[in-house]
């Protein structure tokens, strides 16, 4: 089976940098993904790693090291519409995804 | 392209009766998953198709869960009988095997509850 764990909660101010780590545990792995979620709404995709190092996309960056099992997702210059969950997700072996439980980002003034 | 379609967006009905949730994923997309969210158990696969044929149903929590999807179009949820437990977010996704990312797309959730 896989474990994924990330932080339940994370509060950050307008303007600030937040930090959101994924650890995973998992045979075969395959990917990682990085999806937002607005309360009420479906999740949209952020972010994919497959090999070790950071892709930034914008005022998001996500980071993988496949040898520790860890992820971030970096967000930069925070804005009250980046209040959301973020969910980690990893593929292994076979096509389906398995997503953590989230974890649920409040951007404050 | 309109996104993966879901409906009802929203249900409710009593304990015992069946339901039955539908999708229409993106055009040209060969896989679908069913997926259902809660806040104790956070984002389950259910199950998953590729070209219409269910790969992978050993999420399904149990025979009263069962996924049908007989067209390229069309997958329905079906639930029978319902029972409280299965008050949830269900969303129904799609994505097309041969992009890089292989990202898969979400419909807006059917918010079931059962009474």
């Known amino acids: 089976g896989q474990n994924i764990d990330q932080p339940t909660e994370m509060t950050a101010t307008e303007g600030a940098i937040v930090q959101i780590n994924c650890t995973y545990q998992?045979?075969?792995?395959?990917?990682l993904f990085w999806y937002q979620q607005h309360a009420g709404e479906a999740p949209t995709f952020l972010s994919y790693?497959?090999?070790?190092g950071l892709e930034e996309k914008g005022r998001f960056s996500s980071f993988l090291s496949r040898s520790k099992g860890y992820s971030y997702l970096l967000l930069k210059e925070l804005q009250m519409k980046d209040s959301a969950s973020y969910l980690c997700?990893?593929?292994?072996?076979?096509?389906?995804?398995?997503f953590g439980k989230g974890t649920k980002l409040s951007v404050i003034p | 392209d309109a996104g993966v379609i879901q409906s009802p967006r929203h249900e409710v009905t009593e304990m015992g009766q069946e339901v039955t949730l539908r999708c229409k994923p993106i055009?040209?997309?060969?896989?679908l998953f069913w997926y259902r969210q809660t806040m104790m158990r956070g984002l389950e696969l259910l199950i998953y198709?590729?070209?219409?044929?269910?790969?992978?149903d050993s999420g399904m929590p149990e025979d009263r869960f069962s996924a049908k999807m007989p067209n390229a179009s069309f997958s329905t949820l079906k639930i029978q009988p319902s029972e409280p437990r299965d008050s949830a977010v269900y969303f129904c996704?799609?994505?097309?095997?041969?992009?890089?990312?292989?990202?898969?797309?979400f419909g807006p959730g059917t918010r079931l509850t059962v009474l």
């Open positions: 998992t045979s075969g792995f395959n990917g």
């Open positions: 997700a990893v593929r292994a072996g076979s096509y389906q995804l398995t």
């Open positions: 996704a799609s994505s097309f095997e041969h992009l890089s990312t292989d990202t898969q797309y």
């Open positions: 198709f590729n070209n219409n044929v269910p790969i992978d």
């Open positions: 055009s040209g997309h060969d896989y």
């Open positions: 790693n497959v090999l070790d």
